[in-house]
C-alpha cells in the first residue's frame, strides 16, 4: 500500500503561482513514478505531469511551460509548482502514483490516489 497526502491548496488569484506538495508513504517510494492529475466538478479527470525515480517528467499540453514536477526522493515528496494561474484551473488536484514510466502514467487508471486538495483561481 502507498498513501499519498496532498497539500497546499487553497485560494490564489488569477496569474500567481501556487505549489502542491504530496507526501508518500509505504512501499518503496522509488519504484513509482507520481503524478498529478485535476478535476472539475461534474468533468473527468485530467492529467496534468507525472515524473518518475530518475527524475524523468512528462507533461499535458496545457501544463507545458507554466508548471513543473519534481520530486525529493529522500523525503518521499512530489511538488507540483504552478505559475500564471487560469481561472479555469480551479479544480481539485490530486496526486497519484503507478508502477510505470511517467508517460505511462497520463494513463488511467493509476494504483494510487491521494484524497485531493481544492485549488481556487479567482479573478
Known amino acids: 500500500q502507498v498513501q499519498l497526502v496532498e497539500s497546499g491548496g487553497g485560494l490564489v488569484q488569477a496569474g500567481a503561482s501556487l505549489r502542491l506538495s504530496c507526501a508518500a508513504s509505504g512501499r518503496t517510494f522509488s519504484a513509482y513514478a507520481m503524478g498529478w492529475f485535476r478535476q472539475v466538478s461534474g468533468k473527468e479527470r485530467e492529467f496534468i505531469a507525472a515524473i518518475d525515480w530518475s527524475g524523468n517528467a512528462f507533461y499535458a499540453d496545457s501544463a507545458k511551460g507554466r508548471f513543473t514536477i519534481s520530486r525529493d526522493n529522500t523525503k518521499n515528496i512530489v511538488y507540483l509548482q504552478m505559475n500564471n494561474q487560469k481561472r479555469e484551473e480551479t479544480a481539485v488536484y490530486y496526486c497519484?502514483?503507478?508502477?510505470?514510466?511517467?508517460?505511462?502514467?497520463?494513463?488511467?487508471?493509476?494504483?494510487?490516489w491521494g484524497q485531493g486538495t481544492q485549488v481556487t483561481v479567482s479573478s
Open positions: 497519484a502514483a503507478k508502477r510505470e514510466s511517467a508517460r505511462g502514467m497520463s494513463h488511467l487508471p493509476v494504483d494510487y
